[in-house]
């Protein structure tokens, strides 16, 4: 709800007066952000530096080695100056404008050198490097976009750098190995972890980048239910069952208990913390479930159903954290996804319109029946009650 | 240590280390020996350093008196090698060496205990971008 319906709804109440109402809205008009400001300028010098890469890549040949290197070092060296004087100066969005030119040019430069000395790319290892000389940068940046780019570069490049190691090599077979999509859920657990951790230790200095991690975890988690829902039946199901078959059991089971003790210390930091349930029962929701993929027959419909109930908890969690939370956009998201994915899994499992229709209604009737006990035994005041504690 | 310290070392960091990368290479490509290696090649390009050659290099069709102990090294070497070449010559060198009757070479700086640094190519005998300027 906008400032301005609010401020009409407490005046009408009589929570505030009208000239209060005024001031309020006064006050959040003359402190409201520059967001257009912030967006065109980020696009702005992301544009430009994309595309001196481009003009890099086109290698013009006219123009000697040395020179190029040279104008590119003298780039470099007026952006950090410039960097550096906007901060002096507070000029913020500037300063992040500036930030992102000299992230890209960064990048730009290590294309440069590996063109003019004929270097050789050795996987993403080119991004890598990138990762690490624009760390610094990603630090002292206030704002949410440069680290929301430097992450998946970061993650994607080390891994890939990582993978080329004999012993990660190995022990990422062994994960791969244990039980269909184990190396994403090992993945998103690490990258929870570092989120927590981060969060503890570092809320009010690294807030831009806690953000931009949480960001890319809940992304991370959706893409995961995304492909375990529709990906398990459709596109992988042979190649699950024949990999893991394959597989060493001792390890499995070791990497298993593994997982399962990592989910519930984190559950336990949480709690222990008092950091939101939401992203603990996601973990523990996701972890379940794919490992209960590995005793499952190959079977379309039994497959779909998995699909359809990990997507139904994960949205249900979801639902009850923002109905605990009072967070009424989240709850409105929520019951539209479930709704959606209730009418998509009768075509999945039945197909005929007869079936999905019958299906259809009694479903609905079941939401009432729900309706009905969460009125009658006032279910509500038990979760607020224990949300309270 | 003050906050712009730490600004400054920030922002400095990358422009020293690309200085000193850059000054490393040049070193080790200027003090090394030089040898030619024959190759075959077909295309596509690179997202940020834009069209390049891919190169095999052939052992068999290769001088191996050049090394001090007249024995060939691939192990020192990598299978393929990408050559960086302009957008606008791009199309040229690619027919070219797309050609079974063009003879391609890969020049190498063969620093003593590091990795080959690819420096030039020659086709038919000749550097590729002599070649061009002759074909104008």
Redesign the interface.
């Known amino acids: 709800m906008s400032i301005a319906k609010k401020l009409e709804l407490w005046t009408s109440a009589d929570l505030i007066s009208a000239e209060q109402a005024k001031k309020i809205s006064e006050y959040e008009k003359a402190n409201r952000k520059p967001m257009l400001t912030i967006h065109l300028l980020a696009l702005a010098f992301f544009c430009i530096g994309l595309g001196f890469?481009s003009i890099?890549?086109?290698?013009?040949?006219v123009i000697p080695g040395w020179v190029k290197?040279g104008a590119d070092?003298l780039i470099?060296?007026a952006t950090?100056v410039a960097?550096?004087k906007t901060?002096?100066q507070e000029k913020d969005n500037w300063f992040e404008g500036l930030l992102i030119f000299?992230a890209v040019m960064?990048?730009?430069?290590?294309?440069?050198?590996?063109?003019i000395?004929?270097?050789?790319?050795y996987g993403l290892r080119?991004y890598l490097l990138w990762s690490i000389?624009?760390l610094?940068?990603v630090?002292?940046s206030r704002k949410i976009v440069l680290p929301l780019v430097w992450l998946p570069v970061f993650t994607t490049s080390s891994i890939d750098t990582l993978s080329q190691i004999p012993f990660f090599q190995n022990l990422l077979d062994i994960i791969e190995h244990t039980f269909p999509f184990a190396i994403s859920v090992c993945g998103i657990l690490v990258l929870a972890y570092i989120y927590r951790f981060m969060s503890y230790y570092f809320r009010t200095r690294l807030a831009p980048q806690i953000k931009a991690m949480k960001f890319w975890l809940g992304f991370d988690i959706v893409s995961l239910v995304v492909l375990m829902d529709f990906g398990a039946s459709n596109m992988f199901s042979v190649i699950f069952y024949e990999d893991i078959l394959n597989g060493d059991n001792y390890m499995s089971v070791l990497v298993v208990s593994c997982l399962i003790l990592a989910n519930v210390f984190f559950g336990y930091f949480s709690y222990k913390y008092n950091y939101s349930r939401l992203l603990t029962c996601a973990l523990a929701i996701l972890l379940g479930f794919s490992i209960i993929y590995m005793v499952l027959p190959d079977n379309k419909i039994i497959l779909n159903l998995w699909g359809f109930l990990l997507t139904m908890s994960i949205l249900i969690t979801v639902a009850a954290y923002a109905l605990i939370k009072n967070k009424e956009k989240l709850l409105n998201t929520a019951t539209a996804c479930i709704a959606a994915r209730i009418f998509f899994v009768y075509l999945q499992v039945f197909g005929s319109l007869l079936t999905t229709g019958l299906g259809l209604i009694i479903s609905g009737c079941v939401f009432l029946a729900l309706i009905y006990i969460w009125k009658k035994w006032s279910l509500s005041k038990f979760i607020m009650v224990k949300e309270g504690k | 240590m003050s906050k712009k310290v730490w600004l400054f070392l920030s922002l400095a960091f990358p422009i020293i280390f690309l200085a000193a990368w850059t000054f490393i290479t040049e070193q080790n490509i200027q003090n090394a020996k030089e040898i030619i290696i024959r190759a075959e090649g077909y295309d596509p390009r690179n997202l940020i350093s834009g069209h390049y050659l891919n190169l095999r290099l052939n052992w068999q069709e290769t001088d191996c008196t050049q090394f001090s102990d007249n024995l060939c090294h691939p192990n020192r070497f990598e299978s393929i090698y990408q050559y960086y070449i302009p957008e606008t010559d791009a199309p040229k060198l690619n027919q070219l060496a797309g050609n079974n009757k063009t003879k391609i070479e890969l020049v190498f700086a063969y620093p003593e205990n590091k990795n080959p640094y690819l420096k030039d190519m020659l086709i038919n005998g000749k550097n590729w971008k002599e070649l061009l300027k002759e074909d104008k």
């Open positions: 890469i890099i890549s086109a290698n013009w040949q290197l070092f470099l060296m950090a960097v550096f901060k002096q000299y960064i990048l730009a430069s290590i294309g440069l050198i590996a063109q000395y004929q270097l050789q790319p080119a000389l624009t610094p940068l630090v002292i």
